[in-house]
């Protein structure tokens, strides 16, 4: 029997991986570094450039919040 991550449907396009894999990182970064603005100076970039929880914002925020979860694969791929 072949395991349960071969398959068609397990095939993974490394062109495809390598870009959702940098741009969830460059995300990550940009709202690490707007965390760090707040720690620091009390400023709030996203809110500053698009407004106090507008709907902008908050797709800022949750593309941030899913680009981390994206981001607990490499702890899967760094016991490979």
Request: aromatic residues 16%; positive net charge.
């Amino acid at each position: 029997q072949e395991p349960l991550s071969s398959g068609p449907c397990r095939k993974e396009n490394p062109f495809i991986m390598k870009f959702l894999d940098c741009t969830a990182l460059t995300i990550a970064i940009i709202g690490a570094l707007n965390w760090g603005l707040i720690g620091i100076f009390r400023f709030d970039l996203v809110n500053f450039l698009f407004g106090n929880m507008s709907m902008l914002s908050r797709i800022v925020y949750t593309l941030v919040g899913l680009s981390g979860l994206y981001l607990f694969r490499f702890f899967a791929r760094s016991g490979d």
